[in-house]
């Protein structure tokens, strides 16, 4: 097996949700919103997979908020990704995987703003490669861009996917050829679907599990 790794991002590598709250405190306060707007915004968000077209269209139409969606969209990919950071933990561990001589790349959905996340968390300077969807013209579940994240590394594409989407990471790694750890997120997985290979609640677990697969228990710390 070749030594990649493919990480998602949101949610994986970052935690989306809690950047998403800071944001969105932002928002109610300086559009002077009720206090239900958070339940609003986090229901019509949908754990970021609604287009932000329609998700500022919808709160427009709640809240009668008389900017232009398009205006409100251009100052969230300013705003937003300022509200991420990053724990030690995930980047310590992420070193210590690239120690090991193991090829580290995010994989990702979304629009090209997703590298502005990894500027200010500095992220960037942590992985071998980046794959964002709207740049490399292919999204998850979709082989292209895991196959592109791989021709970035300089490695066939034969090694990990970690991420915590059931169909864009887990079912897109194993449609790749890829071994998967689905991050959990306090979820259970839908025995319906095919298992991952691990199931983890953090990176240095994850790492872990990638290290043992190859060193075992004794080799792996």
């Not at 609604?50 to 100052?75: N, V």
């Not at 490399?136 to 196959?147: E, H, L, S, Y």
Request: negative net charge.
């Amino acid at each position: 097996m070749s030594a990649l790794a493919l990480f998602d991002l949101d949610n994986t590598l970052l935690d989306r949700a809690s950047a998403f709250a800071r944001w969105s405190k932002r928002f109610i306060e300086e559009n002077d919103l009720p206090s239900r707007a958070w339940s609003v915004i986090e229901h019509v968000d949908v754990d970021g997979t609604r287009s932000r077209r329609l998700f500022f269209d919808e709160l427009r139409a709640q809240f009668g908020i008389t900017t232009g969606s398009e205006d409100l969209i251009a100052r969230y990919y300013v705003d937003y990704p300022a509200c991420f950071t990053i724990e030690s933990e995930t980047v310590e561990a992420l070193r210590l995987l690239r120690s090991r001589g193991w090829k580290v790349a995010v994989v990702t959905n979304g629009p090209r703003a997703q590298w502005r996340k990894l500027e200010v968390t500095n992220l960037a300077d942590e992985v071998d490669g980046v794959c964002i969807s709207e740049v490399v013209g292919a999204q998850k579940p979709d082989t292209a861009i895991f196959r592109e994240a791989a021709r970035t590394c300089g490695l066939a594409l034969d090694g990990w996917m970690v991420g915590d989407s059931a169909s864009a990471d887990i079912a897109g790694g194993q449609r790749a050829g890829l071994r998967t750890i689905w991050m959990a997120r306090g979820r259970e997985w839908d025995l319906t679907q095919d298992s991952p290979d691990a199931i983890v609640s953090t990176i240095p677990e994850a790492v872990d599990v990638i290290l043992q697969s190859v060193y075992g228990p004794a080799l792996s710390a």
